[in-house]
C-alpha cells in the first residue's frame, strides 16, 4: 500500500504542467538531479489559487543578488498544491574553475517567494511560516531550508504569507471551536 501511494504521489507530480508561468521564470535544468518539493500555500489566510498564484525558490547568485533554483505554479498538477523541481549547482566539466552558479550549493539556504496573482504582489517567506506535513516514504524538509546533496523527493512544505503558518484542522479543533462559539451566544 504505502508503494503505491508514493507511486501514485509521484505519477501526479510529473503530470506536466498546464499553466505556464506568468511572474518567476523557469529556471534552466540542468543534468545534475534535483530535489522535489510539494506543499500548499497560503495567502493572507486562504488557499492560494489553481493555476494562477506562483511559488519560488531561490538561492544567492554570489553576488549579491540572487539565482531562480525552481518555480512551479499552484495546482498544475494536484489542485491546491505546488510541486517543483530544484536544481543543484552543476561543474562545467570542460571548465570546472570557472562555472558560473547555475544551482544550489550543500548546505546552501532556500529562500522560498510566493507570487498573488490577484494583487501582482510578491512575498518572501520567512522560516515561522513554512510547516512540514509528513506524507508516506517521503522525506521531511528541514526549516529553515537548506539544500542538501542528495536529491529526495520531499513530503508537503506548506507556506503562508501570514505568520505563523494556518494550521491543519481536524476534529478536535473543530469541536474545540465549536463549544467556544456556543459558549459565546
Known amino acids: 500500500m504505502k508503494s503505491i501511494l508514493i507511486t501514485l504521489f509521484l505519477f501526479c507530480a510529473c503530470i506536466p504542467s498546464v499553466s505556464a508561468l506568468e511572474h518567476f521564470v523557469s529556471p534552466t535544468p540542468n543534468a545534475k538531479d534535483p530535489c522535489d518539493i510539494a506543499g500548499k500555500v497560503y495567502i493572507n489566510g486562504e488557499p492560494a489559487v489553481d493555476n494562477e498564484d506562483e511559488v519560488a525558490v531561490f538561492v544567492s547568485d554570489d553576488q549579491g543578488g540572487e539565482l ?7 495546482g498544475t498538477t494536484v489542485s491546491g498544491t505546488y510541486f517543483m523541481h530544484v536544481y543543484a549547482h552543476e561543474k562545467d566539466p570542460n571548465n570546472p574553475g570557472n562555472t558560473p552558479k547555475n544551482g544550489a550549493k550543500v548546505d546552501e539556504p ?7 496573482k ?4 510578491e512575498y518572501v517567506i520567512s522560516d515561522v511560516a513554512m510547516k512540514t506535513e509528513s506524507f508516506i516514504g517521503l522525506e521531511i524538509m528541514p526549516v529553515p531550508p537548506v539544500w542538501k546533496e542528495s536529491s529526495p523527493t520531499y513530503g508537503l512544505l506548506n507556506l503562508s504569507t501570514d505568520s505563523p503558518i494556518q494550521k491543519k484542522w481536524g476534529l478536535k479543533d473543530v469541536v474545540h471551536l465549536m463549544k467556544i462559539i456556543a459558549k459565546n451566544q
Not at 532556500?110 to 498573488?116: C, G, R, S
Not at 490577484?118 to 504582489?121: A, I, L, R, T
Open 68 to 74: 531562480l533554483v525552481g518555480a512551479a505554479c499552484v
Open 110 to 116: 532556500l529562500i522560498f517567494k510566493v507570487w498573488d
Open 118 to 121: 490577484s494583487e501582482n504582489k
